[in-house]
């Protein structure tokens, strides 16, 4: 599945600056990863990083110039520096190596890349590539630590396997993890920034004996989605996620937790320092009475009963909660239904005192778990309802954290 436009860097101008390593092949992902994601991406090559993947390969893949430092002296582009570092709205480095990052961190200015740095005044990305033995130097590592006092935004690099066949720290970031960075720098001044969304997402689990448990097939990808969304509009996020394996987006704090029981606790720690709570997590209904302490023996009888009890309301111990403090300003709440939708969200969004609800059918087979669109219905606190088409999920959190961004506006 190709990427998917990203709002939030849309038309948006990033310096692509490739030094001389063999990771320059993986920022040849990362460009075309940008382009499809609606960036302009200009790309500028040092001398050394030429020697390992041309200019073209990026002008191709990003349907942009991509320049060299050849073009520095060029009469048709003079002071191509200045025009690069004024449009662009980031400048990303990758992979950089020990030399640029020296070169960085005293203020040399010999080539493209360089004089752009110095000259640019916006945020500066670094994802540094190079052999273990020369990322662990002193020098290189005083050179880091100066960049970052600086203001610079370090990126990895990542512990692995090196060209070399040595094993350590000095692994390029992956580009899809590059991709993260970045939408977390270019949405730290967005409209919720200064604010704390709190999110919750995937399924609980409750166990009946070490092995087995009640669960439902939430993949967690709506709730994650809606974390991403909230940090690209600026937000510290706090994501509190039941058992899933998808990577947490860049920026986030992540809590897991297990039951519905730990989701409850999680959720009411945090809920008082929150400007918005999205309960996206597929918390379970139900637990077992008792929990055995060793594996369920198969019985001569064919049948076994399990009593289950409710788990905790974790919305409705939010809205007591919320009586006390005033906190969070929005409650945002997530209703999985099969029949009734409408009827039955808007209930549920009297009952927990909500100030939004998101309804889907989970039995169409396009939305709902374990898929990559949804087909959602949002019910406000004012009785207005907007269905939305059938969506990716991403696109269905941006429209819902645009509707927490004009509720927090509204107070």
């Given at each position: 599945?190709s ?10 101008r990033?310096?692509l600056g490739?030094?001389g ?11 075309s990863?940008?382009t ?6 200009e790309?500028?090559?040092?001398e ?11 002008s191709?893949l990003?349907?942009q ?7 520095l ?7 191509l520096?200045i ?5 662009a ?5 990758a ?6 990052l020296a ?6 200015a010999d ?6 740095a110095?000259a640019?005044r916006?945020?500066l ?28 935004t370090?990126?990895?690099?990542a ?11 000095g ?6 993890e ?6 977390y720098?270019m949405?730290r ?6 604010r704390?969304?709190v999110v919750?997402?995937?399924p609980t689990?409750e166990?009946?004996d ?6 439902n097939?939430s ?7 809606l ?7 600026g ?10 394996t998808?990577?947490t987006?860049?920026?986030a ?10 989701m ?5 720690a ?9 309960m996206a ?10 929990q055995?302490?060793r594996?369920?023996k198969?019985a001569?009888d ?8 409710r ?17 969070p300003?929005i409650?945002?709440g997530?209703?999985a239904e ?6 039955r969200?808007?209930e ?18 396009d ?5 990559e669109t ?8 004012n009785q ?14 941006e429209?819902?954290l645009?509707r ?7 107070g």
């Amino acid at each position: 599945m190709s990427p998917e436009p990203i709002t939030l860097l849309r038309d948006r101008r990033i310096i692509l600056g490739v030094c001389g390593g063999i990771a320059a092949y993986k920022v040849a992902d990362l460009a075309s990863k940008l382009t499809q994601a609606g960036a302009r991406v200009e790309a500028i090559l040092t001398e050394a990083a030429t020697r390992f993947i041309t200019p073209l390969t990026f002008s191709a893949l990003t349907g942009q110039p991509a320049y060299t430092d050849a073009d520095l002296w060029r009469h048709d582009r003079p002071l191509l520096h200045i025009r690069l570092s004024t449009e662009a709205h980031l400048l990303v480095i990758a992979p950089a190596t020990a030399d640029t990052l020296a070169r960085l961190a005293h203020g040399r200015a010999d080539n493209l890349l360089t004089l752009t740095a110095l000259a640019f005044r916006g945020p500066l990305l670094v994802a540094p590539a190079m052999d273990v033995a020369m990322w662990e130097h002193p020098a290189t590592q005083a050179n880091v630590a100066l960049l970052k006092e600086r203001g610079l935004t370090f990126a990895g690099p990542a512990y692995g396997r090196m060209a070399s066949g040595l094993v350590g720290q000095g692994r390029l970031l992956e580009a899809t993890e590059l991709l993260g960075h970045i939408r977390y720098q270019m949405g730290r001044d967005g409209p919720l920034s200064n604010r704390h969304v709190v999110v919750t997402a995937g399924p609980t689990r409750e166990h009946l004996d070490p092995i087995r448990f009640i669960s439902n097939p939430s993949s967690g990808r709506q709730g994650f989605a809606l974390a991403q969304a909230a940090l690209d509009l600026g937000a510290q996020v706090t994501l509190i996620t039941g058992p899933v394996t998808l990577p947490t987006p860049i920026g986030a704090e992540r809590v897991d937790v297990t039951t519905a029981q730990e989701m409850l606790e999680a959720v009411l720690a945090v809920a008082p320092q929150a400007d918005a709570l999205l309960m996206a997590a597929a918390v379970a209904d139900f637990r077992p009475t008792v929990q055995a302490t060793r594996k369920i023996k198969k019985a001569g009888d064919e049948t076994l009963s399990l009593p289950l009890e409710r788990t905790p309301d974790i919305l409705q111990a939010v809205a007591e909660q919320r009586m006390v403090t005033g906190r969070p300003q929005i409650v945002v709440g997530f209703a999985a239904e099969t029949e009734e939708v409408v009827d039955r969200a808007r209930e549920k969004l009297e009952r927990k005192r909500l100030d939004l609800i998101a309804a889907n059918d989970v039995s169409a087979p396009d939305a709902g778990f374990a898929v990559e669109t949804n087909r959602v219905i949002l019910v406000d606190r004012n009785q207005g309802v907007q269905t939305l088409p059938l969506l990716s999920k991403g696109q269905v959190a941006e429209i819902i954290l645009g509707r927490v961004v004009e509720m927090l506006r509204e107070g």
